[in-house]
């Protein structure tokens, strides 16, 4: 296998034996990949012909690599030099050199020695309390190619997402082709949106065997279609921490490709939006769903707010305005949960006998859990409908200070399993209670839910949460989080593209995939 400037998908694989790495090449090209990377340091062997029957038979072209796992000494050194030499001896396509371990001569005799194997010389950059810089990657790169190597390789410790902006500095002036990867998952998008930078080399991770920083295999292709990135693709992803409980790549991606659009969304796991903004500030970056627990955070970034959105206090959508890159924030969280409840009562009027024109919230005693940015959209959306909002939060005092913006009720949250002042109530969870991976929790009782005609979840990892499984059983009418997610993501696409979403495509992909 040459080098070529197509896309490059490989896995790393790290296995004991024989069997077991045979097993893996074959998993790795059922799930897309194009190449693996032999990790030889976790490879059992008592004698050199054994790894030789490995590599003669491997199924897909191979990177060779031997790391050391501790202290490294002179017998180390002489094992990992046989190995590297071994594979020249054998035409592996790639054979991996640590520079770290290994010297710079050893490069040239293996350059020297080979016939078509390509030389890639690496070195991983370990984040000891401070970020990597440009200067510091450009030194390790320049020491890198020194070497002589084909190809040289940077792995980078990183602590946080904004680390990776140096990464993508260095794939696009790299005089040598560039393998890069930001370890750790704040290091996800390296993967991502290298190639929006030059990369041609991807890393994923094998189906069961998760990496952090890493992308699964199958999605490389199937969900991100990476192969397909260049450098005009626009940027988009979902501000989150949690965030690799989103659904939004699924829908979003498969969305912008329906349509015609060159643009991907990713997962951006953020720990302070603010530094986020500051350092991914090019027009590239071009929009933002905006998730826990940012939302109200986000209002703070943004140049210009929605006035919808102003008056919730939080923004589920960031545009960066392409004419003078500000931030606009925008709320589409609001009217996707209120028009799904709504739409849910509406029905079952129509199955009653009782179709009305007016809202079938108004006058209804409103029941919500949880004030962060999503319930403080909740809050509102239900207000402006003519309900009777009461608020309960873990946190009283956060209640308190979203009922006195809406102008309704708050109640300490031990309350909530014997607050039954009438029947008919409805209740909004717009906690996280009940999310992956605990799935098991509710933030209600099942007896308590007897007193309510509709629940609604905004949680929708699990879609069938704990909560909405004990109200069906109790009779009560049921809104998923799913559908409240389609909704706001169809405002948000739109918001995306400046244009109408594909409301049926979208749709489709929502309730077949998730």
Known sequence: MGLKHDLVVYTRLECESCEEMAASMHKAKEEGADLVELCIDDFTFSHISQLELLLKQRSLPS?????????????????????????????????????????????????????????????????????????????????????????????????????????????THSQLPLIARAAGDRGLISQLLGPKYGAFFVCGSLAGKSTPGLPPLTSIKQVYKLQYV?????????????????????????????????????????????????????????????????????????????PLAKSIGAVNTIIRRPSDGKLIGYNTDCEACVTAIEDALRERQKTNGRASNVSPIAGKLFVLVGAGGAGRAIAFGAKSRGARVVIFNRKYERAKALAAAVSCEALPYEHLNDFCPEKGMILANASAVGMQPKSDQTPISKEALRSYELVFDAVYTPRNT??????????????????????????????????????????RIVYEQF
């Open 466 to 507: 704990r909560l909405l499984q004990e109200a069906t059983e109790v009779g009560a009418t049921v809104v998923s989080g799913v559908e409240m997610f389609v909704r706001q993501a169809l405002g948000q696409f739109k918001l995306f593209t400046n244009g109408l979403a594909p409301v049926d495509f979208m749709r």
């Open 63 to 171: 990177i060779v690599s031997f790391r050391p796992k501790s202290a490294i000494n002179s017998d180390w050194k002489k094992t990992c030099i046989q190995v590297l030499k071994l594979a020249v001896e054998l035409d592996v396509e790639f054979v991996e050199v640590d520079t770290e371990v290994v010297c710079h001569q050893v490069v040239a005799e293996l350059m020297s020695s080979r016939s078509n194997s390509k030389i890639i010389a690496s070195t991983y950059v370990i984040n000891a309390g401070n970020p990597p810089t440009k200067d510091t990657l450009c030194n390790s790169i320049i020491n890198l190619q020194s070497t002589g190597a084909d190809i040289i390789k940077l792995v980078i410790d990183v602590a946080y997402i904004t680390d990776v902006a140096p990464v993508f500095h260095m794939l």
């Open 230 to 306: 260049n450098p005009d693709t626009r940027v988009f992803g979902v501000i989150s921490n949690p965030v690799d409980h989103s659904k939004g790549p699924l829908l979003h991606n498969p969305a912008f490709r329906h349509t015609g659009y060159n643009g991907i969304y990713v997962p951006l796991l953020v720990d302070n939006v603010k530094e986020f903004f500051r350092v991914f500030s090019c027009n590239d970056y071009a929009g933002f769903s905006v998730g826990i627990p940012h939302k109200e955070a986000a209002v703070r970034c943004c140049d210009e707010v929605d």
